[in-house]
């Protein structure tokens, strides 16, 4: 993995494991496309029931070579403390002008974490910021072509769902590196949502769920603010989620 590069796609997320359950297929698929992937962290997860930071510096790592990212940084935010300040602005700023990414995928605002719903406004402020050209890091502007939401706890309607069939073994090995935090019979320490057999059902019911929806095996959902140009109406409307018994045969 490398630093400061130009990417085409850039995951900021709040916390260690954000990113690998909220996206971590889609993250996968894009690298599978041939894609430059990276993942910004803002908190090391030190108020975390369980583990410590440097357990989770630990595993982010181990997961972010399991999906194959080309870049991964830890803000090293105050985890529980992120808060939407014109100080942590600057600090984002600097990030999405090191990686200059085309597309930002982050957290909805609509969240019950505090820390989820900071970093949204965070990243959505500092992508206008990032492009101005009199606010001075040091670095050259840059402004994201979109930014896309991952849905979580709160829902809202998806604006599109991304198959990740055949990148969900790999979303499930990558969580799975979180040995201090997710569902781990072996592991000792305090109960959990986020560590029990349930938690794990239920994502795999929800990513199930949404999967149905484009008729695929799971798929991961995502909203935008601004609307998409669809350039062939046809293949990328008409031909998506076929049904046996719909269409030509």
Same mark, same amino acid.
């Given at each position: 993995m490398q630093d400061y590069m130009d990417l085409d796609v850039l995951c900021m997320m709040a916390h260690p494991d954000d990113a690998e359950i909220? *996206?971590?297929?889609?993250?996968?698929?894009?690298? @599978? #496309?041939?894609? %430059?992937?990276? /993942? /910004?962290?803002?908190?090391?997860?030190?108020?975390?029931?369980?583990?410590?930071? &440097?357990?989770? !510096?630990? &595993?982010s790592l181990a997961a972010a070579e399991i999906m194959g990212v080309d870049a991964f940084i830890n803000l090293k935010f105050p985890d529980a403390h992120i808060e939407n300040t014109v100080e942590n602005?600057?600090? /984002?700023?600097? *990030? +999405?002008? !090191?990686?200059?990414?085309?597309?930002? +995928?982050?957290h909805d605002a609509n969240n019950r974490n505090p820390d989820h %719903?900071? /970093? %949204?406004m965070l990243v959505r402020e500092s992508s206008f910021t990032a492009g101005l050209v009199k606010y001075e890091t040091g670095q050259k502007p840059h402004r994201p072509n979109k930014i896309m939401f991952a849905m979580e706890y709160f829902e809202s309607k998806p604006t599109?769902?991304? !198959? +990740? %069939?055949? #990148?969900?073994e790999r979303k499930l090995k990558a969580i799975s590196c979180y040995r201090t935090q997710t569902y781990n019979p072996e592991s000792e320490g305090l109960p959990t949502?986020? *560590?029990? @057999?349930r938690f794990a059902r239920e994502m795999d019911a929800r990513f199930r769920y949404f999967g149905a929806k484009i008729h695929r095996d799971y798929a991961e959902p995502f909203r935008t603010d601004s609307p998409m140009e669809i350039a062939d109406l046809v293949e990328e409307v *008409?031909?998506?989620g076929l049904i046996p018994g719909q269409g030509r045969n």
């Open positions: 909220l *996206a971590g297929g889609t993250l996968i698929r894009l690298k @599978d #496309q041939g894609y %430059s992937v990276g /993942v /910004v962290t803002f908190a090391r997860g030190e108020m975390g029931t369980r583990g410590t930071p &440097e357990k989770r !510096d630990k &595993e602005r600057e600090k /984002v700023v600097r *990030a +999405i002008r !090191d990686y200059r990414p085309h597309l930002i +995928i982050t %719903s900071h /970093v %949204s599109f769902l991304i !198959d +990740i %069939s055949e #990148q969900y949502y986020i *560590a029990s @057999d *008409a031909l998506r």
